[in-house]
């Protein structure tokens, strides 16, 4: 079995068939909210996202964008998005920056929060490609810089989407224990 690294923090396992997930990637349908701040930044991550999504097998037809004024308000509607059992995995991506004022901070703690509190009631997976860089400023240096490493982790988010998937759907496959 070959290993490829995506990055320190997330490695897939290429087999000679592909990737574990392609099976499960066939038939996911998953919806990617972004927040609208920083798109510049933030689509990098949506759209590589989908890109990876499409090269691992999940249709172009299964995966729908949305968009929301910003970060706090990502939570809400991956919980309405979920309810409405028309996906089966919901990715968010986003940016909160220090604005100087340690709102930041609470933003990224209520997003946070509410994206595990939608996957923990609804148990269906959510993730997290909002990030909250500890010093972000708006100069063409870094905002560069945080392009490439949003398309990074679009890329890493889109892996890790669909091998808990795929996680998921063995668990869903065992048999039953019954009580005793």
């Not at 249709?59 to 706090?72: D, K, L, Q, Y």
């Not at 708006?138 to 982790?153: I, Y």
Request: overall charge negative.
């Amino acid at each position: 079995m070959n290993q490829t690294p995506v990055s320190m923090n997330f490695e897939t396992h290429g087999t000679s068939q592909g990737t574990p997930w392609k099976a499960v990637a066939g038939r996911s349908r998953i919806a990617l909210i972004s927040a609208s701040w920083h798109t510049e930044v933030v689509h990098q991550a949506r759209d590589s996202a989908q890109a990876e999504l499409q090269a691992q097998g999940v249709s172009a037809a299964n995966i729908e964008h949305f968009a929301v004024p910003g970060a706090f308000e990502i939570p809400l509607l991956a919980k309405k998005l979920v309810q409405s059992g028309r996906f089966d995995a919901v990715i968010a991506c986003a940016l909160i920056v220090n604005g100087g004022i340690y709102r930041h901070e609470f933003v990224t703690s209520a997003v946070i929060d509410g994206l595990m509190r939608v996957q923990l009631d609804s148990e269906v997976p959510v993730f997290s490609a909002v990030l909250t860089p500890r010093d972000f400023h708006e100069h063409g240096d870094h905002v560069e810089f945080f392009r490439q490493h949003f398309v990074k982790k679009g890329v890493e988010v889109a892996h890790a989407c669909l091998s808990a998937l795929d996680q998921l759907a063995k668990v869903d496959a065992l048999p039953q224990v019954k009580a005793a």
